[in-house]
């Protein structure tokens, strides 16, 4: 059965290949995780568990669901375990951007009645091929029946960041979501993909032709078969190092020749550092 890969599996390679062999390659264990991919879980959750209640007519209070985030929030925070790289920020401070993010969604949908949730988190798993030996999943945020019939596909993102018009024109997850969405809500109406920028409260959309699903497919097919001849996997350093999981190993780690620079000499007795992460024999 051939592999599977995901919109993220994908952009693991094209960011860095050499962490891309870590994570799916070796699979070296993480037993971390950023705070931001944290915070994005969190406030996932709960916009899942809001339109759940919503879809039965039991829409919550904003204080309800602030109030469900901060019981989530404490279940699940391990200061030990959640990383932060930008240490001028406090887990306070990330733990607010998603109430930010969620009081802005809130307050901009309520009361929840514009559109028809047809599904939350849907998997979608399909192959770009009739042989089926590319296949791709992903999980939808919300799919959605708006008022005029059309067909869409909505992404929460909970980073400040909104890209320009023209990058989310050639946006790939959810063009790919779309594809994989086809046969299942199938119809007569346009296909929208909407994103929701939570933070900066702004809603951005975005449509693509069956020419642009065609190419789009092709240039899949085409990454996924470098991905599988790949041998070298070459280290691609830049400031993303700084959140990658595997800093703390990879030679070619910017972070990790800082910390090595700034680590006094060893002492000829006395208590030694901790040792790293040892890669596993492969
Ligand atoms: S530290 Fe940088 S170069 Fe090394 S694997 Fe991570 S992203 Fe790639």
Wanted: aromatic content about 10%.
């Amino acid at each position: 059965m051939a592999e599977i890969y995901s919109h993220s599996r994908l952009s693991s390679f094209e960011d860095c290949p050499r962490k891309f062999q870590y994570r799916y390659k070796l699979k070296v264990p993480v037993d971390s995780e950023g705070i931001e991919a944290f915070v994005g879980k969190r406030v996932h959750e709960v916009l899942e568990r809001l339109y759940g209640f919503a879809e039965r007519g039991l829409v919550p209070s904003l204080n309800r669901v602030l109030e469900r985030y901060r019981i989530w929030w404490d279940e699940h925070f391990d200061a030990a375990r959640v990383r932060i790289v930008r240490t001028e920020n406090d887990a306070a401070y990330y733990r607010q951007l998603g109430e930010q993010c969620l009081s802005n969604y809130y307050r901009r949908c309520y009361p929840f009645d514009g559109d028809e949730t047809l599904a939350t988190e849907e998997r979608v798993l399909f192959p770009l091929d009739a042989a089926g030996e590319y296949r791709i999943q992903g999980f939808v945020d919300r799919v959605v029946r708006s008022r005029d019939g059309a067909l869409e596909i909505h992404d929460y993102k909970t980073g400040q960041r909104v890209p320009s018009q023209r990058q989310l024109d050639s946006d790939r997850q959810l063009a790919l979501y779309q594809m994989g969405l086809a046969k299942k809500y199938a119809g007569d109406g346009p296909v929208r993909l909407v994103w929701h920028y939570l933070l900066p409260n702004q809603v951005r959309s975005s449509s693509r032709t069956p020419e642009q699903l065609e190419a789009l497919r092709e240039q899949t097919i085409g990454l996924i078969d470098r991905i599988r001849v790949e041998t070298r996997y070459e280290p691609k350093t830049g400031p993303l190092c700084r959140w990658c999981e595997y800093n703390d190993i990879c030679p070619a780690s910017p972070v990790r020749q800082e910390r090595a620079s700034a680590e006094p000499a060893p002492a000829a007795e006395g208590p030694q550092p901790a040792p790293r992460r040892q890669l596993p024999l492969i």
